[in-house]
């Protein structure tokens, strides 16, 4: 299900400072003989606790993650978003110490760089997924920032500098996320909140850079990656910025230093050298990217270039798959079926093939063919988020209304937190001329982007459309109550 606007793309460069990259900061060699399998975490005990609940972390993440959905560039296409939190899950599966759960999020940025934030939240960027060589360096990313979210860096952050009011040090972290979308506005927040102390919050967190590094590396090898692969892409970084005149901005404001290399290739050492099969999913997902995000035509060019070289059985898979949708953007769809069919043949349950399919079925009106080809992979798949969403957009095409709302019902309630999801179930409730539900479902889209007060509005309108119905009048007005709770309570990261 491609989204004709799947991210909104920013005038403005993306600012590089970030709380937790993967290429940040100077840190001593501490570590360098550290037996791989008896890594000593620090005991956090009440340190981090006394200054910020679990509860409250959780809070502050959901805040923060619907200021970045009204201000970034945040992608919802259904299969990129699917696979990020599948390769995601399956590292946060071996972690040690989860305390929250994990999502993880891919936003549209020409900027190499990734973070961790409060509540489990990973955001990356569109960049560093096309930068990476494997699957096993993208996985050595998301378990680096895994670590700093199970070892609660931000919340000892806190901790360390006098603990500060949740609310006060929040209000500046939160300043410095919406940096990530809109420099201008983000900084002058910075300064408004507290001003010269927010870099000491970066500095701190440069501090924790080797310990993330040791917990996701472990992470990396539990969940059966290539231990080398952390190693491997910082010296990539290294190598492609070495003979720069102006480095990228993440590595003039957070240098890679040559210690980080040393420790890093030092303790995947001791694990040694495995060998992983090459990820179709990956070289999928990075193909898709490619072409329907990237602003420069150039790179998805290079990308097939480069699946051309690599020449394994993926790599020729992922340059047809690519063809296939290039030839869907281009309005081409008669030669994209025809590209595309012999590998849909070939893997009749691929979730990557089904979704472009049923793209192209429903440009070429062929939408009984696509709903009959989704209600069979369900069957097969049931919990893929992006097999239900297709089906409900494609019951939508059909005007099968009814049959959408009862799957995006149940779709929302698992989850939640997807624009995608609500957004249907408008487009549905409005087939169905059903005005006050179609109310509701666009006021969770717009609670969703931290817009509490326009949700709450549009929810009493949505009373006066109810015509007696004494039980969703009841849902309403409990909604109501829960947002504006909620909206009290986050105004105070505001401050």
Known sequence: MIKKSIARILSASILTTSLFTISIGAMPVLWQNAVADNIKLPDMGTAAASTLSIGQEMEMGDYYMRMLRDSAPI??????????????????????????????????????????????????????????????????????????????????????????????????????????????????????????SAQNMISFTQSNEQEADRVGLKTLVKSGFDPNASSE??????????????????????????????????????????????????????????????????????????????????????????????????DDNQKAKQTLQPLLDRDPNNVWYIDLMTDIDLELNNVNAAITRLESALKKNPDSSAL???????????????????????????????????????TAYGGLRSRAQEMTSRAEVIALQGQFQQAIALLKNARIQTQGNQMLLSRIDARIVQLDQMQKRYAAYRR
């Open 388 to 426: 239900q969403l297709n089906l409900a957009n494609a019951y939508v095409k059909n005007k099968d209304y009814q049959q959408a709302v009862t799957l995006l019902h149940r779709y929302t309630y698992a989850h939640n937190d997807d624009m995608n999801g609500w957004e249907l179930l408008t």
């Open 233 to 330: 892409f910082l010296q990539k970084l290294a190598d492609q910025t070495r003979y720069m005149s102006k480095p990228p901005e993440i590595l003039l404001t957070h240098p890679l230093p040559d210690s980080r290399l040393s420790d890093v290739r030092n303790l995947s050492m001791q694990y040694g050298k495995k060998s992983v099969a090459p990820s179709l999913n990956y070289y999928l997902a990075k193909a898709r990217l490619a072409i329907l995000l990237s602003r420069n035509k150039n790179v998805s060019k290079l990308l097939l270039e480069d699946y051309q070289k690599i020449n394994n059985e993926q790599s020729k898979i992922a340059i047809i798959y690519g063809k296939a949708l290039d030839e869907h953007c281009n």
């Open 75 to 196: 992608i919802n296409d259904p299969v990129l978003n699917q696979y990020i939190n599948d390769l995601g899950e399956k590292l946060v599966s071996k972690a040690d110490s989860v305390q929250t759960p994990f999502h993880f999020y891919i936003m549209q940025s020409d900027v190499l760089n990734a973070f961790a934030f409060f509540g489990g939240n990973v955001v990356v960027h569109s960049r560093l997924i096309l930068d990476t060589d494997n699957e096993s360096q993208l996985a050595s990313v998301l378990s680096h920032e895994i670590g700093h979210v199970t070892q609660r860096h931000l919340a000892r952050a806190m901790e360390s500098q006098n603990r500060s009011s949740p609310y006060v040090w929040g209000a500046a972290l939160g300043s410095i996320l919406l940096a990530l979308a809109s420099p201008n506005a983000g900084m002058a927040a910075i300064t408004s909140t507290i001003a010269g």
